[in-house]
């Protein structure tokens, strides 16, 4: 189920991103991701892209059954280059309010869990409200 929502999430994506998408043949497919934001993407010692997402959209692309050319590029050239119609779509872009004026998204396929780690023994883990997930979407109050 959860292969299909998220083969359903690049389908959409594709379908959004570019104004002429009926005129585009989309057996073949340009996919822009930065490559350098391991473990996500990244450059190999071969200067290969690999990582979680390139994997990830290979076999899309496969299930899909259309011809994926995956290009590595400056992240600041990303939008720019989807919008003047260089890439189809973009792999691994944070959604925010200024980038959803300028581009469509897809609904989220993973999410980056951050987490702190510390000894268990060690003074740190004392503080208050060890064990309770942080919200980090809220503004915090300053410490004094």
């Known amino acids: 189920m959860h292969r299909l929502l998220i083969a359903a999430a690049i389908a959409i994506g594709l379908a959004m991103t570019a104004p002429a998408a009926a005129a585009k043949d989309w057996t073949r497919v340009t996919v822009a991701i930065e490559g350098a934001f391991p473990p996500w993407n990244m450059l190999d ?9 390139v994997d990830l959209i290979k076999d899309l692309c496969v299930r899909a059954k259309v011809e994926c050319d995956l290009q590595s590029g400056e992240w600041s050239s990303l939008i720019p280059g989807l919008n003047a119609g260089k890439f189809d779509l973009i792999m691994t872009l944070g959604i925010n309010e200024k980038r959803r004026q300028v581009v469509d998204f897809s609904v989220p396929y993973a999410s980056g869990v951050a987490t702190f780690i510390t000894l268990k023994d060690g003074t740190i883990s004392q503080l208050p409200k060890t064990g309770e997930r942080l919200n980090s979407t809220t503004r915090a109050r300053p410490i004094r």
């Open 45 to 53: 010692a071969s200067g290969n892209l690999s990582g979680f997402d």
